[in-house]
């Protein structure tokens, strides 16, 4: 059993991504800009934005963090992505997950303008997605797949199934890993027998937001599993994933670890991302 470190590649590709960012000066006369929206005080959230403005700061990514109260109302928000979307030193604009209910999600991620998402969520990022067109593909999928290409581990013709059906998580990798030629089952919480199904799978992506949920006898032997899962665990009160590491490692050949697998590669892969959008933004500039 081997543990793909997500902490370990997401360092070595911040440190590639941030010599390229040093020659930007010279070349573009600016540097990418990432803007961040924070509504509310929500801890988790707090936090993630936290370790995303960070990993911007080790990259030489200008960040902003624009903090509105909890009770800020649709308009405001929405007048805020506005601006953002006429700043021309803006490459990418990020807002928060989730927001307060009386905000309408999908009125927020669809007003964000295409070319400066981040996240990969707009309708038209999506849209490219499922079409092999060109579009910004969402973050935590597309570090999935380098944490799998890492190992170089065969995706090609292999029996891959995903728990999880999220527009975040679950339906985006399981497309890019149809990209690459895997035969992909999509499983949710209404699929039958659902150990018998993922221990047919050689590599097994779990996406659903519960503690420990994945036992051994979801698991072939050799497999490869990826946990994408971030929860508190109810005893110990730390961070743990969907999959129950300790129980399930020893039949794995390759397995993440949460904290330190999916999550810094989500991060990273926001970085890459952003220099995305700045490099198109600067080359449509110059055209
Ligand atoms: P989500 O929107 O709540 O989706 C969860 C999915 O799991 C749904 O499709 C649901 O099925 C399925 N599910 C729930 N209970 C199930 C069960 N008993 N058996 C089979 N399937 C079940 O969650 P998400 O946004 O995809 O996130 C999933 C997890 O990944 C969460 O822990 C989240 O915190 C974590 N996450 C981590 C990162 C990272 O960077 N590491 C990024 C994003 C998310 P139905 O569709 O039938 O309801």
Known sequence: MQIISGKELSAKLKAEMAKDVATYMDKYRRLPKLSVILVGEDPGSV????????????????????????????????????????????????VQLPLPKHIDENKVIFSIKREKDVDGFHPLNVAGLWNNTD????????????????????????????????????????????????????????????PQVCAQADILVVAIGRAKFVTPDFIKNGAVVIDVGVNRDEATGKLCGDVDFDACAEKTSYITKVPGGVGPMTISCLIENTIECFLNNVKHKLM
């Open 47 to 94: 936090s993630y934005v936290t370790g995303k403005t960070k990993a911007c700061d080790e990259v030489g990514i200008l960040n902003e963090t624009i903090r509105l109260e909890a009770t800020a109302s649709e308009a405001e928000l929405l007048s805020k992505i506005d601006e953002l979307n006429a700043d021309s030193t803006v490459d990418g604009i990020l």
């Open 135 to 194: 579009c910004i593909v969402p973050c935590t999928p597309k570090g999935v797949i380098k944490l799998l290409k890492s190992e170089n581990i065969e995706l090609k013709g292999k029996n891959v199934v995903v728990i999880g059906r999220s527009n975040i998580v679950g339906l985006p990798v399981s497309k890019l890993l149809l990209n690459e030629n895997a035969t992909v089952t999509i499983t949710h919480s209404k699929t039958q027998n659902l």
